[in-house]
């Protein structure tokens, strides 16, 4: 399940993400990109090391996650517009919904 929400995730954001801004973006948005593409390879390998961790180890990761999610949530919302955002943002909280039911279920208050 994991795997296959980052993967998806992946392949729906990477390529959108250095794609032209609106005008009315504001001026980091090019580089906020940037960095958001950067940073989710990065979550990406993170999540792919502890897939066979121990428990503990892999609610902390979970965690970390949703809070990088949400701060790439708002670089998309920020950052993009139109059709494009709206994919983006749409799939940046149905991943954080997948991944707070999963901590729900299997961490608790771990």
């Known amino acids: 399940m994991i795997g296959r929400a980052i993967l998806t995730l992946t392949l729906v ?12 973006a504001p001026a980091s948005c090019s580089r ?3 960095q958001n593409e950067a940073a989710m390879r990065q979550r990406q390998y993170r999540m792919q090391q502890v897939a066979n961790a121990d ?12 809070v990088f999610m949400q701060k790439a949530r708002a670089v998309f919302a920020t950052c993009q517009s139109g059709r494009q955002r709206e994919q983006n943002v749409g ?10 039911v ?5 961490c608790g208050k771990r």
């Open 13 to 24: 954001l990477l390529p959108t993400l250095v794609q032209a801004q609106p005008r009315s």
């Open 102 to 106: 999963l901590l729900a279920n299997r």
């Open 32 to 34: 906020d990109l940037f």
């Open 55 to 66: 428990q503990g180890t892999q609610c902390q990761a979970w965690r970390e996650h949703v």
């Open 91 to 100: 799939q940046m909280d149905q991943s954080l919904a997948e991944y707070r």
